[in-house]
């Protein structure tokens, strides 16, 4: 009898076991996918992305296109055996660069391309920053921008990211071989809003005070640091304005710098300062930010001694650049870092004697 009543119990914890098994199978098949996966994450990885770019070189040497679009045809390469291939349009962009180099700043324009991952195509337009020209030094110029962007992510997401590429450039009409250069994307000003959850101020008649007076100082030390005077808020010159969708009872903006290539720490021998700045050379710092108590300096220049490792951790775990490039830059900064520790006085003089009251 008890045989009995066991074989019954175990046939009923076998099929409900397997009821349960097919269940949880059946909810397995018909769970939603995690979308996640199939994202191309552009600038959430700092890993070197190879890209080959297929156009009519000449006649982006020759005319550098501002206005018109050239055909392309853009190949992602994230991988040794994956590829990604869609055709696009690209025009030049900017003003010195474009004036004065072989490789003029690109714009690509992705519109109707469909690459397959929904993030990548959600992008319109994108800034790619070629390398200026052949040559050792103007690939370390690149580099050294690229270096730039990175410095300042340090000290807040609130920031353009960046992503290094290996350029390819091919010519469609096989005049010309392929040549191929480091350069790096921008992040698109659409990406960034929606990360941050602000939208794009355009006005251009605002001034340091229009701007939140923590990121206002915080900007404007970061340039001094790196010998950039080459930006200014009036005009929005080489400056985005953003407006938080939060809650902001000031009404103030979030000023974002981007172009660094006219700075000391890039230092590029096309920079060379106007007679208005009064300088012999673009290493030499300037500050333009707005004037503020000793206090206010001294608590902003207190976070750039604690970010001090972070910066140069930037610098010496970066790759592509040599020992010589890394001793140059660190040496850059150890003039502004030094004048930090025990001689903080003199950097405090220099910054209260040259700021402006706008």
């Not at 602000?198 to 701007?211: A, D, F, G, H, P």
Request: proline share 4%; charged share 25%.
């Amino acid at each position: 009898m008890k045989q009995k009543i066991f074989f019954k119990i175990s046939i009923v914890v076998f099929f409900v076991s397997l009821f349960i098994c097919w269940n949880d199978c059946l909810v397995a098949q018909t769970a939603i996918p995690d979308s996640s996966k199939n994202l191309f994450r552009l600038f959430e990885d700092d890993k070197l992305i190879e890209i080959s770019l297929r156009f009519d070189l000449s006649t982006y040497f020759r005319t550098k296109p501002k206005k018109d679009y050239l055909k392309a045809n853009i190949t992602f390469n994230p991988g040794k055996t994956d590829s990604i291939s869609q055709d696009i349009r690209l025009r030049t962009r900017g003003i010195f660069r474009n004036r004065y180099c072989m490789y003029a700043p690109i714009e690509l324009n992705f519109k109707k391309a469909d690459f397959g991952y929904p993030d990548l195509n959600k992008i319109s337009k994108l800034k790619l920053v070629p390398q200026c020209s052949s040559g050792k030094d103007k690939e370390d110029y690149v580099l050294r921008e690229y270096l730039a962007y990175k410095l300042f992510n340090v000290l807040t997401d609130t920031s353009f990211r960046v992503r290094l590429l290996k350029v390819n450039y091919i010519d469609t009409q096989k005049k010309r071989k392929p040549v191929v250069q480091y350069g790096f994307f921008i992040e698109p000003v659409e990406m960034l809003t929606d990360r941050t959850n602000c939208l794009q101020v355009k006005s251009k008649t605002l001034n340091q005070k229009s701007i939140v007076p923590k990121i206002m100082d915080r900007l404007a030390l970061f340039n001094f640091m790196i010998g950039n005077y080459d930006w200014s808020v009036p005009g929005q010159h080489n400056i985005i304005v953003l407006k938080s969708l939060g809650f902001d009872p000031y009404g103030l903006g979030i000023a974002i710098p981007h172009d660094f290539d006219w700075s000391g720490l890039v230092n590029p021998t096309y920079a060379i300062p106007t007679e208005e700045i009064g300088t012999e050379n673009v290493r030499e710092r300037i500050f333009l930010g707005v004037c503020r108590s000793r206090e206010v300096y001294q608590k902003e220049l207190d976070l750039f001694l604690e970010k001090k490792d972070e910066f140069y951790m930037v610098i010496n775990d970066f790759p592509y650049v040599n020992k010589n490039v890394k001793k140059d830059i660190t040496g850059y900064l150890d003039g502004f870092f030094d004048q930090l520790v025990g001689k903080c006085d003199i950097i405090l003089y220099n910054l209260m004697n040259s700021c402006k009251n706008f």
